[in-house]
């Protein structure tokens, strides 16, 4: 379930200030792991079971988060999922570094799936947790930015290991996004695409999406100061805009909407002022 032919480490002088073990760099070369989800839904990691429904005290996290600088090279990372009953699945030349400086977090990883599914992906982040946290692996108190590149990818591949919010038949193409989040809430996503062979439909009382292709760039954002923090998203109750930057498309059907920009912006009501949306458009073929 986990193989590490090679571990080096270089302790940090912080160890004796902290009276804790503190790690100046931990290098894992070539590791192999195994994570597993068996029938009934229980998850393990390296054969160990991780207790979902348990609460964690965070202390394992804590101290990963802790350490200065972990780094990952050439590593192979297996995902069998039995409830689900999917082929396995195996991301080969696993990179991956975690560089820890304080209140600030910085992460990177690029792996390879299978090339039927997709060219090398790209994942990164940054974040802060607060001043003073005495739990600092707690994510729902983090805030930052999440950046992923996905290329050359057939996204109806991906269907057998996880679940869309829509029903994906098929898509081939690349997506690039960067997201935003403040305590566990998303403040801003976009996303460029370049998409072909897409059939899509987004609710269940709307007939299907069928594009040759879809082209541009797709911003959606929410005000942040928008209810308590630690809430669940509030899209669509507390505002947001929407924001179509160099898009196009073309359906199967032969309908093309031109290169355009147009954006759409929702306030609520609020203290006796009506709601009301704003829509503006560099230029629109209304037919």
Same mark, same amino acid.
């Given at each position: 379930?986990?193989?590490?032919?090679?571990?080096?480490?270089?302790?940090?002088?912080?160890?004796?200030?902290?009276?804790?073990?503190?790690?100046?760099? *931990?290098?894992?070369?070539?590791?192999?792991?195994?994570?597993?989800?068996?029938?009934?839904?229980?998850?393990?990691?390296?054969? *160990? %079971?991780?207790? %979902?429904?348990?609460?964690?005290?965070?202390?394992?996290?804590?101290?990963?988060?802790?350490?200065?600088?972990?780094?990952?090279?050439?590593?192979?990372?297996?995902?069998?999922?039995?409830?689900?009953?999917?082929?396995? /699945?195996?991301?080969?030349?696993?990179?991956?570094?975690?560089?820890?400086?304080?209140?600030?977090?910085?992460?990177? /990883?690029?792996?390879?799936?299978?090339?039927?599914?997709?060219?090398?992906?790209?994942?990164?982040?940054?974040?802060?947790?607060?001043?003073?946290?005495?739990?600092?692996?707690?994510?729902?108190?983090?805030?930052?930015? /999440?950046?992923?590149?996905?290329?050359?990818?057939? %996204?109806?591949?991906?269907?057998?290991?996880?679940?869309?919010?829509?029903?994906?038949?098929?898509?081939?193409?690349?997506?690039?996004?960067?997201?935003?989040?403040?305590?566990?809430?998303?403040?801003?996503?976009?996303?460029?695409?370049?998409?072909?062979?897409?059939?899509?439909?987004?609710?269940?009382?709307?007939?299907? *999406?069928? *594009?040759?292709?879809?082209?541009?760039?797709?911003?959606?954002?929410?005000?942040?100061?928008?209810?308590?923090?630690?809430?669940? %998203?509030?899209?669509?109750?507390?505002?947001?805009?929407?924001?179509?930057?160099?898009?196009?498309?073309?359906?199967?059907?032969?309908?093309?909407?031109?290169?355009?920009?147009?954006?759409?912006?929702?306030?609520?009501?609020?203290?006796?002022?009506?709601?009301?949306?704003?829509?503006?458009?560099?230029?629109?073929?209304?037919?």
């Amino acid at each position: 379930a986990l193989r590490l032919p090679k571990v080096s480490a270089t302790v940090s002088w912080w160890s004796v200030l902290v009276a804790d073990l503190r790690l100046y760099s *931990l290098e894992i070369d070539k590791p192999d792991m195994d994570i597993e989800r068996d029938a009934s839904g229980n998850f393990y990691v390296a054969g *160990l %079971l991780l207790d %979902l429904k348990k609460e964690s005290d965070g202390k394992a996290a804590n101290w990963i988060l802790s350490q200065e600088e972990i780094r990952i090279t050439d590593g192979q990372l297996s995902w069998k999922d039995n409830l689900r009953q999917a082929p396995e /699945l195996v991301l080969s030349h696993v990179d991956a570094v975690l560089h820890n400086a304080g209140r600030r977090h910085q992460f990177a /990883l690029t792996a390879t799936p299978p090339s039927t599914i997709a060219a090398p992906l790209d994942l990164r982040a940054t974040f802060d947790h607060p001043y003073f946290s005495q739990r600092i692996s707690d994510a729902a108190r983090w805030t930052g930015t /999440l950046y992923a590149d996905l290329r050359d990818t057939d %996204l109806a591949a991906w269907k057998t290991y996880i679940d869309f919010p829509f029903d994906l038949q098929q898509a081939k193409g690349s997506v690039r996004a960067w997201l935003a989040f403040d305590h566990a809430r998303v403040a801003d996503l976009t996303a460029d695409v370049s998409l072909s062979d897409v059939a899509v439909q987004l609710r269940k009382d709307l007939a299907p *999406l069928e *594009l040759t292709t879809a082209n541009g760039r797709i911003s959606v954002s929410e005000p942040l100061d928008a209810g308590p923090r630690n809430s669940a %998203l509030t899209f669509g109750t507390q505002g947001h805009a929407i924001s179509l930057v160099d898009f196009s498309l073309q359906t199967r059907d032969g309908l093309v909407l031109p290169k355009t920009t147009l954006s759409e912006r929702y306030v609520p009501a609020k203290k006796g002022v009506p709601e009301h949306t704003e829509v503006q458009a560099k230029l629109l073929d209304l037919q």
